[in-house]
């Protein structure tokens, strides 16, 4: 079986049809299909997945199994996939810490570049910096002037240190020359109880990390896209609120082995395609998750990958963030 790589792959399907297999390589799917989810059940990676995973059963015509193995950002589940075989039989759905993992942690076990290779982008979403409804703030640059008056006393939450909006919000600080204190979260879940409960200033997720509370006990000031999401119009982004240069929002995606044949490449991701294009997959995922669906061509989420490692691995080491 001819095995490639990432780059030769991306060249490889450029203009490629949904031709069969070439002679010689073997029929696929020959058995049940599995999908890491590098995650607790529950999560945003979970869910979409989840929602996926009867729509690619009934395409492909074998079992899809989804394997939670969380840890690690998300780095551990992920190396699963990268040291599996290359036979299509293995993919991986991973979140928007796989492009800051590899700057963040040292022993990551895998080669992002090397082991793994791009298939598609499902889709991004805003992160959205709120405040409980029990503070006077009405819009970012209120905020913002409050944290030059006095700062470090005003508290922004993140799921956890290298997590997307932190990364965001030191990238905000570093521009904007104001300081405020981070309170890193174990998950999601916690960081979203908090903000529940009023104990943070600023509560910063995707509208599905936020557990729906936006609009009821939350406020949004401000989202972090470079445009305005179509979910919230009004809302402004962060450049519109005075600092310039983010655009930073949440993604999921999927993966596969480096080495898996362009056909199985090619019908995986057609796959993917199809489950993407039912309405009440479009439906889920639109609202109440708040998901742009994207649904890349693996070329595309190449590059974007690209782009987000590099942009994150220098706010890292700019701003000498750490692993906890």
Not at 18 to 25: D, V, Y
Not at 199 to 207: G, I, Q, Y
Not at 218 to 233: E, I, M, Y
């Amino acid at each position: 079986m001819h095995k490639i790589g990432r780059r030769p792959l991306l060249a490889g399907l450029a203009g490629a049809t949904l031709a069969a297999p070439a002679l010689g390589q073997p029929a696929w799917p020959n058995g049940p299909i599995r999908i890491i989810v590098p995650f607790p059940p529950g999560g945003s990676v979970d869910t979409i997945t989840r929602l996926l995973q009867p729509r690619l059963t009934a395409e492909l015509g074998v079992p899809v199994v989804i394997e939670n193995r969380p840890g690690a950002s998300g780095a551990l589940g992920t190396a699963a996939a990268a040291r599996a075989a290359p036979d299509g039989n293995t993919w991986v759905t991973v979140f928007d810490s796989h492009s800051v993992n590899p700057s963040f942690i040292s022993n990551l076990g895998f080669d992002a570049k090397r082991d793994l290779v791009p298939v598609m982008q499902i889709g991004a979403a805003p992160m959205l910096i709120t405040t409980h409804n029990s503070r006077p703030w009405r819009k970012l640059e209120e905020v913002i002037a409050a944290a030059k008056a006095a700062p470090d006393t005003i508290t922004y939450g993140s799921i956890g240190v290298g997590s997307l909006s932190h990364l965001t919000m030191s990238l905000m600080q570093q521009r904007g020359d104001f300081k405020m204190v981070h309170v890193p979260y174990r998950g999601g879940g916690p960081m979203s109880a908090a903000a529940a409960a009023g104990e943070l200033d600023l509560p910063m997720a995707s509208n599905a990390g936020l557990g729906g509370q936006v609009g009821q006990s939350l406020r949004p000031l401000a989202q972090t896209g470079g445009q305005r999401s179509a979910l919230f119009p009004d809302l402004p982004t962060v450049a519109e609120s005075g600092v310039p240069g983010i655009d930073a929002k949440a993604w999921w995606a999927v993966l596969g082995r480096a080495g898996t044949p362009e056909p199985i490449i090619r019908r995986f991701h057609a796959a993917l395609a199809k489950a993407l294009e039912v309405p009440e997959v479009r439906a889920r995922l639109t609202s109440p998750m708040g998901v742009e669906i994207i649904a890349s061509s693996p070329e595309d989420f190449g590059r974007f990958l690209d782009g987000q490692m590099a942009t994150w691995a220098a706010v890292i080491r700019d701003n000498n963030i750490k692993p906890d």
